[in-house]
T-cell receptor, first 111, second 113 residues
């Protein structure tokens, strides 16, 4: 069964303390991996799309990478405003436009 | 540019009632997808519509239905509401039909009592 697993479930960082979030997938045919940020009670905000192993994308303090089995979202020198839930989702071969999501990592950055 | 808009923002219903949720996609986008997000979980795919036709359906009961209008806006209908239908309902739009980046609206928070 196709599965997307995110870890850790929750992460607490001090401001400036860099870390990485993990998204591992066991799917039959990956056509794209997406990272979204979601604030409480709001809709997910698009961050990155990755299509092939070795690909990397960067935006401000965030960097997303992709291997054949997992993706990492690296957060460098985070600030309190980076606090949010980060969701990973995949497009599968034959899945049309359907996104399959993980359960997310809840990140809290403290002063 | 306006993003995806959804209405209403919040809704309270009782068991057995019917609800209609509305979504307007980003201008120029022709595909609309609906997702249900229960607290603490990732969004679950319900439907996708493209050019007014259903192009995908998730594992939801027949109480859930949707349609897309000529202006590409969409409605999600849920009949015979159950307590378990309480969730954040998200609409996402993309330009085309196949495996494109989807942009989400703010969601409609539905509470069933």
């Amino acid at each position: 069964e196709d599965q997307v697993t995110q870890s850790p479930e929750a992460l607490r960082l001090q401001e400036g303390e860099s870390s990485s979030l993990n998204c591992s997938y066991t799917v039959s045919g990956l056509r794209g991996l997406f990272w979204y940020r979601q604030d409480p009670g709001k809709g997910p905000e698009f961050l990155f799309t990755l299509y092939s192993a070795g690909e990397e994308k960067e935006k401000e303090r965030l960097k997303a990478t992709l291997t054949k089995k997992e993706s990492f979202l690296h957060i460098t020198a985070p600030k309190p405003e980076d606090s949010a839930t980060y969701l990973c989702a995949v497009h599968l071969t034959g899945g049309g436009n359907k996104l399959t999501f993980g359960t997310g990592t809840q990140l809290k950055v403290e002063l | 540019d306006a993003g995806v808009t959804q209405s209403p923002t919040h809704l309270i219903k009782t068991r057995g009632q019917h609800v209609t949720l509305r979504c307007s996609p980003i201008s120029g986008h022709k595909s609309v997808s609906w997702y249900q997000q229960v607290l603490g979980q990732g969004p679950q795919f319900i439907f996708q519509y493209y050019e007014k036709e259903e192009r995908g359906r998730g594992n939801f009961p027949d109480r859930f239905s949707a349609r897309q209008f000529p202006n590409y806006s969409s409605e999600l209908n849920v009949n015979a509401l159950l307590l378990g239908d309480s969730a954040l309902y998200l609409c996402a739009s993309s330009h085309g039909n196949y495996q494109e980046t989807q942009y989400f609206g703010p969601g409609t928070r539905l509470l069933v009592l």
